[in-house]
């Protein structure tokens, strides 16, 4: 009898997590033909995981790794400069070894608003790769976006501002800036 109490109460417990992950679980993004949606690559910090894609069309070879950074702005100023982009960036996911190939300038995906900034990556392979770092802000909060490939920084910068441009992708953007 104890026996089978211990079941039933493992099963319901299994059953309510099963149903909380899914709940927390992020909504699917409809990628377009180019992109697909990838599993987040990184180890987990101290924010939560984002969302990653690779590009299989003309940009083949680009990932982009977009997550929010909710309370992480200068709610007045918002992203103000290239040292903010450096730090904010996750460009050190990737590798903690990234040189800024140029100054960075304003963009805007949407609503957002911040800068986007260049770079060389040394890959844990010893490979060199090129990325753009974005960081965008809405109110206090930060989306930041990494799109990298083996190429140059203009093609990775060209895709994925592209593709965060697309309604898709700027629902889900709004919605994880929103909690959601």
């Not at 590009?55 to 309370?71: N, P």
């Not at 490979?127 to 930060?142: E, K, P, V």
């Not at 910068?157 to 965060?164: C, I, T």
Request: negative net charge; aromatic residues 6%.
């Amino acid at each position: 009898m104890r026996r089978a109490a211990t079941i039933v109460a493992a099963a319901i417990g299994l059953g309510a997590s099963s149903v909380g992950a899914y709940q927390l679980a992020p909504a699917p993004v409809e990628t377009s033909a180019h992109w697909r949606e990838i599993a987040w690559p990184f180890p987990r910090d101290g924010w939560p995981a984002g969302r990653a894609f690779r590009c299989d069309g003309a940009c083949a070879g680009t990932e982009l790794y977009v997550r929010a950074k909710l309370g992480f702005c200068n709610c007045d100023r918002g992203v103000a400069d290239d040292d903010e982009v450096d730090r904010v960036a996750d460009l050190d996911l990737i590798s903690p070894r990234f040189v800024a190939t140029a100054p960075g300038e304003a963009v805007r995906v949407g609503e957002l608003h911040g800068r986007i900034r260049h770079y060389d990556l040394d890959t844990p392979n010893g490979a060199r790769h090129a990325a753009a770092g974005i960081a965008l802000s809405r109110r206090c909060d930060l989306l930041v976006a990494v799109a990298q490939n083996a190429g140059e920084a203009m093609a990775a910068r060209s895709a994925a501002l592209e593709f965060l441009e697309t309604p898709e992708m700027k629902r889900w953007m709004i919605a994880a800036l929103d909690g959601r």
